[in-house]
């Protein structure tokens, strides 16, 4: 079983700049999708960047198009979200979340990690 832990979360002022890793314990996970959520609390999760395997296809939500830069490295079982000119509004939790192609959905995450922006 696959298990994610993200890191990279804190403190930030608004406009400042913040890189997120997720690194996974096992290799087949070169072999997912993965993307990165965030949700607060008592809301639903929300996708903000997803890269496929081969990091030849990205997408991302439109609040975030032009200022975060989702990434990875398969040697190092590691995703990364590379997010500037951060906003207030962008305090939550954030998650990565791995999509086996075998299963069609995000199937496993990790526990998380707080990114708070001060205004």
């Known amino acids: 079983q696959v298990q994610l832990v993200e890191s990279g979360g804190g403190l930030v002022q608004a406009g400042g700049s913040l890189r997120l890793s997720c690194a996974a314990s096992?290799?087949?996970?070169?072999?997912?999708?993965v993307g990165w959520f965030r949700q607060a609390p008592g809301k639903v999760r929300d996708l903000v960047a997803a890269?496929?395997?081969?990091?030849?296809?990205?997408e991302y939500s439109d609040s975030v198009k032009g200022r975060f830069t989702i990434s990875r490295d398969n040697a190092k079982n590691t995703v990364y979200l590379q997010m500037n000119s951060l906003k207030p509004e962008e305090t939550d939790v954030y998650y990565c979340?791995?999509?086996?192609?075998?299963?069609?959905?995000?199937?496993?995450w990790g526990q998380g990690t707080q990114v708070t922006v001060s205004s």
């Open positions: 096992v290799r087949t996970f070169r072999r997912d999708t």
């Open positions: 890269i496929t395997w081969s990091g030849g296809y990205t």
């Open positions: 979340e791995g999509r086996r192609f075998e299963v069609g959905r995000y199937d496993y």
